[in-house]
């Protein structure tokens, strides 16, 4: 069973030292106390298995801010961001804090473990990426089997264009503008979004969404 799999995923995830001692793993942070039965905390948001749409964000925090939000998504800008932007195609989405998962989405990070510090930019390289989208994100994105992807950011696109041995694709400013999205190996669409706080103008972050919307509703 689909649910059988994706617990064997995150016992695997929970046991995970590849990117170690760089970066943390939640199962290893304060005793596990802020972990969940999740692959990652991102994931706590939104986690419907049979989802439309898998959204993959670079990294969910440092360990400071993990912790200062008990390991859950927690009110950012970043979030409300997200949740304007998907409310267009997913209206009965509610905010982190409301912890009512939608049908239809999930979301996941291109890197699970977390970087020390504080600051959100603390130090997540690109190593820690492709290795952990190498290890878990493919089997992730294959087990929820979506329609399509949408990755927030360079990095994430990156992440998840390697997990996918996908070497022959656009660029990521190409990728942006595809109307349909990018078929990667498999038939999965990739919808690659400005990260949702990048200064670009807020119409470029709207065409961007619509084509995703656009896409499902037509599919």
Same mark, same amino acid.
């Given at each position: 069973m689909k649910a059988d799999r994706y617990a064997d995923l995150v016992r695997r995830r929970k046991?995970?030292?590849?990117?170690?001692?760089?970066?943390?793993?939640?199962?290893?942070?304060?005793?596990?106390?802020?972990?969940?039965e999740q692959i990652g905390p991102y994931t706590r948001w939104q986690n419907d298995l049979d989802a439309r749409v898998v959204v993959?964000?670079?990294?969910? &925090?440092? !360990?400071?801010?993990?912790?200062?939000?008990?390991?859950? %998504?927690?009110?950012?800008?970043?979030? $409300?961001?997200?949740?304007?932007?998907? =409310?267009?195609?997913?209206?009965?989405?509610? &905010?982190?804090?409301?912890?009512? %998962?939608?049908p239809g989405l999930f979301f996941t990070n291109a890197v699970l473990c977390l970087a020390g510090g504080r600051a959100m930019r603390?130090? !997540?390289?690109?190593?820690? !990426? =492709?290795?952990?989208?190498?290890?878990?994100? $493919?089997?992730?994105?294959?087990? !929820?089997? %979506?329609l399509a992807v949408a990755t927030l950011g360079l990095q994430a696109t990156e992440g998840t264009l390697h997990a996918f041995g996908a070497t022959d694709a656009p660029s990521f400013a190409e990728l942006k503008r595809l109307d349909a999205g990018w078929a990667m190996p498999g038939g999965i669409r990739l919808f690659a979004m400005p990260h949702p706080v990048a200064s670009v103008k807020d119409d470029v972050h709207d065409v961007c969404w619509r084509r995703l919307h656009q896409w499902l509703a037509s599919s």
């Open positions: 046991a995970c030292t590849l990117c170690a001692p760089d970066l943390a793993n939640p199962a290893y942070i304060e005793g596990g106390r802020f972990d969940s993959v964000g670079k990294d969910f &925090a440092p !360990v400071a801010r993990f912790i200062g939000y008990s390991g859950r %998504p927690a009110d950012t800008r970043t979030n $409300r961001q997200i949740l304007q932007h998907l =409310r267009d195609g997913f209206p009965n989405m509610k &905010a982190p804090d409301e912890d009512s %998962p939608c603390s130090m !997540v390289a690109g190593r820690h !990426v =492709r290795t952990c989208a190498r290890a878990y994100l $493919r089997d992730t994105i294959d087990l !929820v089997g %979506p």
